[in-house]
RNA sequence: GUGACUGUAGUUCAGUUGGUUAGAGCACCUGAUUGUGGUUCAGGAUGUCGUGGGUUCGAGUCCCAUCAGUCACCCCA
């Protein structure tokens, strides 16, 4: 028989670990609530031109990544591997620019893309990420990124690494392009293979190289892109930096901080941290001026940032022995099955109009293995029914901790959380 | 797509230069306690040794292929 199992690259969450997910995703959302960002939500998979004209048709993830498919209709669709775009085509569907001239988004969702997977990379993998659309001003830019600095200081992540660069104005990406690889001609024989085939087709990516020897080249030939920077551009940058400077946020002006997707403009950032790995980006944004004039919308300047939550879960150093455990306030240790049906009524009683968390026993057990039962699931009280406590209209109700126990009459149940109980939930 | 390493019970892992019936801890189940968990004690079940082929009298162990996992490259969150 053959056994099914999950894609590669793609992960089950058990009740064990969507207790984490469901504390972090509520974290997620009020923290952009006290930024005020609205929460958007778009759907998994969208025409693949988007992709291809957003992301850009050179890069590895339009190239090579993505889950394309032709369906019924002869419609070519994509899995969503990155979510500027489809936010991007949302906002300009819905016109949010006549609603309002700046528009605050966030969105918390699941990407794909067709990778090896390694540490901190799947092939389904999530995302929680802004979208600021509308603001031109470096005021925005510091908003963005404090928040996502803020974000990671929130859930108490350490060693915390900001880099931020400009790009400058997309017109000056060619004129650059030229100018590095013209710089570095000379000395393309001193590089490493990767770096050589880098320096044709995705010069940018050459400072990413790990090479020693490839760095000390860049580092004495290699021009960066500081030199070809407008004024304006030079003004929007330093700007940033003094209100990041206000807001006492650190950073690296990493000049060699330079971001893959095509619609980049000016501002790019990403934070890192050490606990990572190979794959030690936290975060990346950047801006995106041009984005939605490219989409067919009015001419709207735009930031934003995408965040892997896995990746925020590696450097929280998560493991079995710090993950919560399942709760429940009472197990119904029910004996017989006129126990069963009492226990029943009981038990809906109790979760309806008291709001308590109630498991009633199904297997029929012994007692024995209904307490250990009880045991395992962490429950508060045990409450005992068989053939006598019917006989006798009560309930055995045992406190698991302190093993004391009392009969209590069936009609009396509800008194036993009147006021506030001890309770085990995690909501309060 | 490329490379390295790893696949043995639910899980973490032992398993000698190839040798009979493949083990341990934890978890699980039963009992000690006829209706009382978490501690203790006694016992119990559990495996197509990832899969397919090959070498051999004999393969968990050696060889080949394949699949899966992990890490790294490429690239990205």
Redesign the pocket.
């Known amino acids: 028989?053959k056994k099914f199992q999950s894609i590669?690259?793609t992960k089950d969450l058990l009740p064990e670990d969507t207790i984490l997910w469901r504390e972090v995703e509520m974290a997620i959302h009020n923290f952009m609530q006290l930024y005020g960002y609205g929460e958007i939500r778009t759907p998994v998979f969208e025409q693949t031109e988007l992709f291809a004209r957003g992301i850009g048709e050179g890069?590895?993830?339009v190239s090579k990544e993505m889950y394309s498919w032709i369906d019924q209709g002869g419609t070519n669709l994509t899995l969503k591997p990155?979510l500027t775009a489809p936010v991007v085509r949302s906002y300009i569907q819905h016109n949010l620019s006549g609603k309002s001239p700046i528009n605050r988004l966030y969105y918390i969702d699941s990407l794909f893309?067709r990778?090896?997977?390694?540490?901190?990379?799947?092939r389904q993998?999530h995302?929680f990420g802004i979208e600021a659309i509308g603001s031109e001003y470096p005021e925005q830019d510091a908003e963005v990124i404090s928040m996502a600095y803020k974000i990671y200081e929130m859930f108490g992540v350490d060693e915390l690494v900001v880099k931020i660069n400009s790009i400058g104005s997309p017109e000056i990406r060619q004129p650059y392009l030229q100018a590095l690889r013209e710089s570095l001609e000379s000395h393309s024989d001193k590089l490493c293979k990767?770096c050589q085939s880098?320096l044709g087709k995705?010069a940018l990516?050459l400072f990413?190289?790990?090479s020693e020897s490839c760095k000390g080249v860049l580092d004495k030939f290699a021009v960066t892109i500081d030199t070809l920077l407008t004024e304006e551009d030079k003004k929007h940058f330093q700007s940033v930096l003094k209100y990041l400077d206000a807001m006492k946020i650190p950073y690296i002006h990493d000049i060699k901080l330079v971001?893959?997707?095509d619609y980049y403009t000016r501002t790019t950032f990403?934070i890192a941290s050490r606990k990572l790995?190979?794959?030690d980006?936290?975060?990346?944004g950047g801006r995106y001026d041009k984005l939605v004039e490219e989409f067919g919308g009015k001419p709207t300047p735009a930031i934003g940032f995408?965040?892997?939550i896995?990746?925020l879960f590696i450097a929280l150093d998560i493991d079995d022995t710090n993950k919560p455990l399942p709760l429940t306030d009472v197990y119904f240790v029910a004996?017989g099955d006129e126990a069963v049906k009492v226990a029943f009524e009981i038990a809906e009683k109790l979760r309806l109009e008291k709001g308590i968390a109630v498991t009633v026993e199904t297997l029929q057990?012994?007692?024995?293995?209904q307490?250990?039962e009880?045991?395992?699931n962490n429950a508060q009280f045990a409450f005992?029914i068989?053939?006598?406590?019917i006989a006798a209209n009560k309930i055995?109700v045992?406190t698991?901790?302190s093993?004391e126990?009392q009969e209590v009459p069936i009609d009396k149940i509800d008194e036993l959380f009147s006021t506030e109980h001890d309770c085990n939930c995690s909501d309060c």
């Open positions: 028989m590669k690259g890069t590895d993830i990155e893309r990778e090896r997977p390694q540490k901190g990379r799947l993998f995302q990767t880098r995705n990516r990413d190289c790990k971001r893959g997707l990403e790995g190979a794959q980006a936290l975060c990346g995408a965040a892997g896995e990746r004996l057990r012994s007692m024995k293995a307490m250990r009880a045991n395992r005992i068989g053939d006598n406590e055995i045992k698991m901790k093993g126990q």
